[in-house]
């Protein structure tokens, strides 16, 4: 049956905004594939309405295939969605830092027991001795984790802040990007902030991300909660899990 030029994009548009109930683009459907399935471990998706991982990937634009590196993976809430959304052609390098390793439990292991996430490459380095080769990477996530850098566990720092920055610069390839979130801390608050409230300032992040060579690409208020007065730690019981959070996209 022929169709009309016209009524064939009308058509391949309807289809597309249909797919996985409106999800754009396979990446999107990949991510939200990643959220459903099956083996996914049990009370993830508990912290899915607070962290909103489909958008924020969205907003990151991620894409099947790419080669990621995520920097303070944590107990692999993230290292799960971003192995299964980039596919058997992409790879994950989940990173985490020797001094917060205390803070992880089993997590990571349990993450990669039996190579149940076959893409993906467990680092335990500091901020600022990334295990990625030059140019290797497409992106780079940072998802509340900046503030790290003012944080000493046991008097012991996890990296040199402006080496942390130009490393990420070092691994990405041209036109890879680094997505940074963070808890919002109030201005002039400085990287102190990260010891103390476990808070930075976008501001800072820029900044430093600008001096590595990263240049923003774009922002959202996509995490943003306006009624968080900022001064409070994060693990604040009236605020914890309500932090207002900054949202950027960096580009080398």
Same mark, same amino acid.
Request: glycine share 12%.
């Given at each position: 049956?022929?169709? /009309? #030029?016209?009524?064939?994009?009308?058509?391949? &548009?309807?289809?597309?905004?249909?797919?996985?109930?409106?999800?754009?683009?396979?990446?999107?459907?990949?991510?939200? &594939?990643?959220?459903?399935? /099956?083996?996914? %471990?049990?009370?993830?998706?508990?912290?899915?309405?607070? =962290?909103? %991982?489909?958008?924020?990937?969205?907003?990151?634009?991620?894409? *099947?295939? !790419?080669?990621?590196? $995520?920097?303070?993976?944590?107990?692999?809430?993230?290292?799960?969605?971003? @192995?299964?959304?980039?596919?058997?052609?992409?790879?994950?390098?989940?990173?985490?830092?020797?001094?917060? !390793?205390?803070?992880?439990?089993?997590?990571?292991?349990?993450?990669?027991?039996?190579? =149940?996430?076959?893409?993906?490459?467990?680092?335990?380095?500091?901020?600022?001795?990334?295990? &990625?080769?030059?140019?290797?990477?497409? !992106?780079?996530?940072? +998802?509340?984790?900046?503030?790290?850098?003012?944080?000493?566990?046991?008097?012991?720092?996890?990296?040199?802040?402006?080496?942390?920055? =130009?490393? +990420?610069?070092?691994?990405? #390839? %041209?036109?890879?990007?680094?997505?940074?979130?963070?808890?919002? &801390?109030?201005?002039?608050?400085?990287?102190?902030?990260?010891?103390?409230?476990?808070? +930075?300032?976008? @501001?800072?992040? *820029?900044?430093?991300? $600008?001096?590595?060579?990263? /240049?923003?690409?774009?922002?959202?208020?996509?995490?943003?909660?306006?009624?968080? %007065?900022?001064?409070?730690?994060?693990?604040?019981?009236?605020?914890?899990? #309500?932090? /207002?959070?900054?949202?950027?996209?960096?580009? #080398?």
């Amino acid at each position: 049956m022929y169709l /009309s #030029k016209k009524l064939a994009i009308n058509i391949l &548009a309807g289809c597309t905004l249909a797919l996985a109930g409106g999800i754009a683009n396979a990446a999107d459907a990949n991510v939200a &594939a990643a959220l459903s399935h /099956s083996d996914r %471990p049990s009370g993830d998706a508990d912290a899915d309405a607070k =962290r909103m %991982p489909a958008q924020v990937l969205a907003f990151a634009g991620l894409e *099947t295939g !790419m080669d990621v590196l $995520e920097l303070e993976a944590g107990g692999g809430y993230y290292t799960e969605i971003l @192995s299964r959304s980039v596919g058997a052609g992409g790879s994950v390098i989940l990173q985490h830092a020797p001094g917060l !390793m205390g803070f992880v439990g089993d997590g990571i292991d349990l993450r990669t027991a039996n190579n =149940r996430l076959s893409n993906v490459t467990v680092s335990i380095t500091q901020f600022d001795d990334l295990d &990625a080769a030059d140019n290797s990477i497409d !992106m780079v996530t940072w +998802i509340q984790g900046p503030h790290e850098l003012g944080f000493e566990p046991d008097g012991n720092s996890l990296g040199d802040a402006a080496g942390s920055f =130009r490393e +990420i610069a070092r691994v990405l #390839k %041209p036109g890879g990007v680094l997505v940074a979130s963070d808890h919002q &801390a109030p201005a002039g608050a400085g990287l102190e902030a990260g010891g103390t409230l476990h808070r +930075i300032e976008e @501001s800072w992040v *820029t900044e430093m991300a $600008e001096a590595a060579g990263l /240049s923003v690409a774009s922002t959202s208020d996509l995490l943003k909660n306006s009624d968080d %007065p900022l001064t409070d730690g994060v693990f604040a019981p009236a605020i914890r899990g #309500k932090t /207002s959070q900054f949202l950027v996209l960096y580009r #080398k």
